[in-house]
């Protein structure tokens, strides 16, 4: 081979190694990155977040009832849940979800992580086992927080069995909600998840 190919040959093919050497390296530092989060400060994290969104839903449903009752509630769960869950979002920087294996809102469906997670625990409960949150790490750098919601005893109102259901408030539900599923629970039942998504980066500032 001619002296001038062969030094091209070789410098084209350094140059073909160092930029795969560097994408791997690129990945594996992504990787990296990505396992060293700290999963209690994930969990922390998602808490407060899902504590101050209870707290705003929960605290709005209760003025509501609390003026016009049940049937206001139902009016107000309805109307302004999947508002407030919206705006929650926007200010923490994050995607709120509540999701269940039995929903009342269409839109709150569970994906196949969360129903892999809500069945591992109906599981982990029929066998008196605790259960406790989860911490999903996705290839896209995004982070999920997945705790648990236990029913409420002013939760049995809305999704209590037909003891606390009244007719009137069984039509007003089916009125907004004509696939309900989410009755028949009792006080401490697992009624779904709260679903925390942090993008990528998130965790960077902590």
């Known amino acids: 081979m001619n002296t001038k190919y062969s030094i091209l040959f070789i410098a084209s093919s350094l140059f073909l190694f160092s930029c795969n050497d560097s994408s791997k390296e690129s990945k594996k530092s992504e990787v990296n990155t990505l396992s060293s989060i700290d999963n209690a400060i994930v969990i922390k994290k998602g808490k407060e977040i899902a504590m101050s969104s209870f707290k705003v839903l929960s605290g709005d449903l209760k003025a509501a009832m609390k003026k016009g009752g049940p049937i206001a509630g139902v009016e107000v769960c309805s109307s302004k849940a999947m508002i407030l869950s919206d705006s929650l979002s926007d200010v923490y920087g994050v995607k709120i979800k509540r999701t269940s294996l039995k929903i009342r809102n269409n839109k709150n469906s569970a994906n196949t992580e969360e129903k892999q ?52 408030l069984k039509t007003e539900i089916l009125k907004h909600y004509p696939k309900d599923a989410a009755i028949g629970y009792k006080e401490n039942d697992l009624r779904g998840a709260w679903s925390i998504t942090f993008p990528k980066g998130y965790f960077d500032k902590e």
Do not use: Q, R
Not at 126 to 153: M, Q, T
């Open 117 to 168: 997670i809500l069945n591992k625990w109906e599981s982990s409960i029929s066998e008196g086992k605790k259960i406790s949150p989860e911490v999903l790490k996705h290839d896209d750098g995004s982070v999920v927080f997945v705790a648990p919601i236990k029913l409420k005893s002013l939760c049995l109102t809305c999704h209590g069995t037909s003891e606390t259901l009244t007719p009137d």
